[in-house]
């Protein structure tokens, strides 16, 4: 038997995912409230950056003569834009003074530079995704538990949104083309097949839209990608490809609901995957879907390596030995009938499960 790595493409599961916070802080939720993606359910404080202000390159003065240009001293609150250091007298109303870029705290000077601690912060964490708490981490954080539709992509930047989506394509194939991106997308989630150019990431910060998910992005525009102030996720890959079948359907059949993306990936250690999570309303709890699953007839699957990268089908055939392949190789294989190429012989190894 052969346990491929797993792709979640599903119309109605049950959810359950950790809200943790950096640091130990304040759960606000208990088990059993059900939380909406704006709740805030826990907060902690976050130390201020520190940070190095060179006075003497400020003041354009020798660092052995800053000490007498200072007007505040070591443990000295300050605010931000409040003056640390200016030639006193007539000289400092010609003279541009050096001022403190956040509020916070001296910390230490020498040597011509002021070491300084920006104010804390409070971080609120949000639930993001509508559904249950169902358990609670004292100081830590949540679980929450949501049935609904879960889509996993392949690559993701820009963090977490919610919004309505709205899909800007009639096929996996198309591109999401910067035309097609008006007002009616503010505040939305847009999908469609593929990326090709900047113009389209440019339209889509004119109009605001809460986010993106696509199929695939041309690689040379990775870092106007991570630029982008609103997620962005990625269901295939980089190239040239469509977005799969099962995806596309299941996007388009919730055209107009609320949806949450998830772009953060991570792929060493705690190993995490940009998703796409639709709550819907269910009556009855679908049945727990079980840990991995060994290759058989008739599952869905998609190539990741190799002349069909990116395809998406269906096994029809498991070959009790191993089959040469275009390398030469003899190798043990799947029969995939592809939406496009047919029926090809792929290695074990060169696919990835979709349930």
């Not at 020498?110 to 409070?122: K, S």
């Not at 007002?183 to 440019?202: A, N, Y």
């Not at 107009?256 to 309303?281: F, K, N, Y």
């Amino acid at each position: 038997m052969y346990y491929p790595t797993e792709t979640r493409i599903t119309p109605l599961t049950t959810i359950r995912r950790e809200r943790l916070l950096p640091s130990r802080g304040q759960v606000l939720v208990r088990p059993g409230e059900v939380v909406g993606p704006n709740d805030v359910v826990a907060r902690c404080p976050l130390p201020g950056q520190v940070l190095v202000v060179d006075v003497a390159r400020a003041l354009g003065v020798r660092r052995e003569r800053v000490a007498r240009f200072l007007r505040k001293n070591a443990g000295d609150p300050v605010q931000a834009d409040e003056l640390l250091a200016a030639p006193r007298g007539v000289w400092g109303r010609f003279r541009r003074g050096c001022r403190a870029p956040v509020d916070g705290r001296i910390v230490a000077i020498r040597n011509g530079l002021v070491l300084m601690e920006a104010a804390a912060t409070t971080l609120e964490l949000t639930a993001h995704t509508r559904g249950q708490v169902t358990n609670v981490m004292p100081n830590l954080g949540v679980v929450i538990s949501t049935v609904g539709a879960l889509i996993q992509g392949v690559w993701g930047t820009g963090g977490e949104a919610e919004g309505v989506l709205k899909v800007l394509v009639d096929n996996p194939q198309k591109p999401l083309r910067a035309k097609a991106i008006d007002v009616s997308c503010h505040g939305t989630l847009v999908v469609g097949g593929r990326i090709l150019d900047k113009q389209t990431l440019e339209q889509a910060v004119e109009a605001k839209v809460r986010g993106i998910i696509v199929g695939s992005v041309n690689a040379d525009l990775l870092p106007v990608l991570r630029a982008m102030p609103f997620p962005i996720l990625i269901t295939e890959g980089f190239g040239a490809l469509p977005m799969s079948t099962p995806a596309f359907s299941l996007l388009q059949a919730n055209l107009g609901r609320e949806a949450m993306i998830s772009a953060g990936t991570q792929t060493r250690w705690d190993v995490r995957r940009p998703e796409v999570i639709i709550p819907l309303r269910s009556e009855e709890l679908p049945p727990e879907k079980p840990g991995p699953l060994a290759l058989e007839i008739g599952m869905w699957v998609r190539v990741i390596r190799g002349p069909h990268l990116g395809a998406v089908g269906s096994v029809t055939d498991l070959p009790a030995r191993p089959q040469a392949v275009e390398s030469g190789c003899r190798l043990p294989v799947a029969e995939v009938e592809l939406e496009k190429a047919g029926k090809v012989l792929v290695p074990l190894a060169n696919l990835e499960l979709i349930r």
